[in-house]
């Protein structure tokens, strides 16, 4: 199926995303905080998520973690990959904001598909995790070596644990970048205080496992539909959906100086308990979307139990034998 051109984004969306990924190689360090930090991804991770221990730390590691990886270039630069750049100022809190609610949702959207993207490869290679009659392949599921997250072909383990943590990653950060469970400072709502939704539920456009089964433009439709108006996530000086990116975000609200939770010293973050808010909200978000995805290698591979034991064989550190 050939993508239709959208105005205003000449290139198909693929396209755009390897012109990204280009272009990030050739950007120096900016030395920023940008996203959670890897100890707090890892935080987050490792309460979410009933895994045996060295399979955890596969993934949650705050340094060599699968769900830390985007934050490695070139994909830190990858605006995408962190829900960043879907920033909205409502006319009622700023005349003229330079951003419009449908650019800063596109960018949100953006950001879901990466994840959407993600379930579905590691649907896929989880298939690598079992032979025909749903044993577990024990040379695809050993971790006596570590994975690198190259997203290149290797052990069925590995490459499950990358495509799961590289489309976690983002939904992790979603709520350090984002309003959505935040409170804003005392005072007048503005650039440097945007509204805060004081969100506790799982927002309804993160049913990534819903996605994987629809259209694009299906699934896309009905999360515009539960994006609220006052959702935003900071400016970010780094590639947007469109392969735009801001020299700086002068006039925006910014992840820098303004919105992000990325760390409990973060002025947003200190805004009241900001920042056991967005991780209480992330770590809940993670354990469901493990619970979907878990439900869905059941739906996807009935037969014999394989999908059970594909589920059995990510969460134990030996599973030939934890799995009979
Ligand atoms: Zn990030």
Redesign the pocket.
């Known amino acids: 199926m050939s993508p239709l051109p959208v105005p205003g984004r000449p290139r198909s969306a693929p396209a755009a995303f390897a012109a990204v990924l280009a272009a990030a190689l050739t950007v120096l360090p900016s030395g920023a905080a ?2 959670f930090t890897g100890a707090n991804h890892e935080d987050i991770t490792r309460a979410a998520l009933p895994w045996e221990p060295v399979t955890l730390t596969a993934m949650a590691d705050a340094h060599d973690g699968a769900v830390n990886a ?2 490695r270039r070139p994909y830190f630069d990858v605006g995408t ?2 829900c960043d750049n879907a920033d909205y100022l409502a006319p009622r809190y700023s005349a003229g904001y330079p951003r419009t609610r449908d650019e800063a949702t596109t960018e949100l959207l953006a950001c879901i598909r990466t994840s959407v993207a993600r379930f579905r490869n590691a649907v896929r290679a989880a298939e690598g995790l079992v032979d025909a009659d749903g044993r577990v392949r024990a040379d695809q599921s050993d971790l006596s070596t570590p994975c690198t997250w190259d997203e290149k072909p290797g052990r069925a383990k590995c490459a499950v644990l990358e495509q799961l943590g590289r489309g976690w ?2 939904i992790e ?1 979603f709520y350090a970048h984002s309003n959505w469970s935040d409170r804003p400072a005392a005072g007048p709502i503005g650039l440097g205080n945007p509204p805060g939704l004081e969100r506790t539920d799982h927002p309804p456009f993160l049913d990534i496992r819903r996605y994987i089964a629809m259209a694009d433009a299906d699934w896309t439709r009905q999360a515009r539909e539960g994006i609220p108006a006052d959702l935003a996530t900071g400016c970010y000086p780094d590639f947007d959906s469109t392969g735009v990116k801001p020299a700086d975000c002068e006039g925006r609200v910014a992840h820098n100086l303004t919105l992000n939770k990325d760390t409990a010293a973060s002025a947003r973050a200190k805004t009241g308990d900001n920042f056991r808010r967005a991780t209480a909200g992330a770590t809940a978000e993670l354990t469901r979307q493990w619970n979907d995805f878990k439900a869905e290698l059941l739906t996807a591979y009935p037969d014999h139990g394989r999908g059970a034991q594909m589920a059995c064989a990510l969460v134990h550190d030996d599973p030939a034998a934890a799995c009979p």
């Open positions: 940008h996203a985007n934050d990959l962190h990653h983002q950060d």
